[in-house]
């Protein structure tokens, strides 16, 4: 099937995307970086392959959407420490809402929404986060990001925050390059609870 859709698109003359490969210049960036890399002399054909991309996933999204495991596990203890939060995101709007409403998160993000292609820079520049907490009107000193990407995990640390990473979706090798504070498998991983756990310490003996 991979073979079939190099020889159908003749990207990048026909090198693979292994999951290195998409890691570093698919996973969690914008179209216009996406069809830079695949298409370099041709962007407008790039440009037209990323669109197909998004509607083959919006039709996926609605089809097959799983939660990561643990997920509402963790917007539950979100939910019930009173944390604010919103969803930050290189994906457009329409694909974001979608995946949103799909897992049943659109109240626990209050519509609390950053888009990428909106800020001033998308991942893996900082902007994005950094208009979350202008958003939230919340300190970077009190906040914590999740991130299965390696332009996300390095847009978090950019914006000086501590970023835990997910293997859900990209190589770990790939994503320790980014600099993550935690790693994680799913939102399950007793590493995490850990770290939670030592936050609500912190937070009774206050």
């Known amino acids: 099937m991979a073979h079939n859709f190099r020889e159908k698109t003749g990207f990048n003359g026909g090198i693979p995307i292994d999951e290195d490969f998409f890691a570093q210049n698919i996973s969690g960036m914008l179209d216009d970086d996406i069809a830079a890399v695949l298409f370099p002399n041709d ?12 509607e083959r996933f919006r039709k996926l999204v609605k089809e097959k959407a799983m939660p990561i495991k643990g997920l509402y596990k963790l917007t539950k ?10 969803a930050v995101t290189n994906s457009p709007r329409p694909n974001a809402e979608l995946m949103i409403s799909t897992l ?5 993000f209050n519509h609390n929404i950053i888009i990428g292609d909106e800020c001033e820079h998308a991942k893996p520049a900082p902007n994005p ?8 009107n919340v300190s970077k000193d009190h906040t914590f990001i999740c991130e299965d990407s390696v332009s ?5 640390v950019a914006a000086g925050m501590p970023v835990i990473g997910l293997t859900t979706r990209n ?12 790693l994680i498998e799913n939102y399950e991983d007793p590493k995490l609870w850990e770290v939670l756990g030592e936050l609500n310490k912190r937070e009774n003996e206050a």
Do not use: Q, S
Not at 171 to 182: E, I, S, V, Y
């Open 43 to 54: 962007i407008e054909r790039g440009l037209k392959l990323c669109e197909e991309k998004k």
């Open 77 to 86: 203890w979100v939910e019930d420490h009173g944390l604010k939060r919103a």
């Open 104 to 108: 049943g998160l659109t109240d626990f």
């Open 129 to 136: 986060y950094l208009n979350a907490l202008k958003l939230l």
């Open 152 to 156: 996300g995990i390095k847009a978090g």
């Open 171 to 182: 190589p770990k090798h790939m994503l320790m390059k980014a600099n993550p504070t935690l």
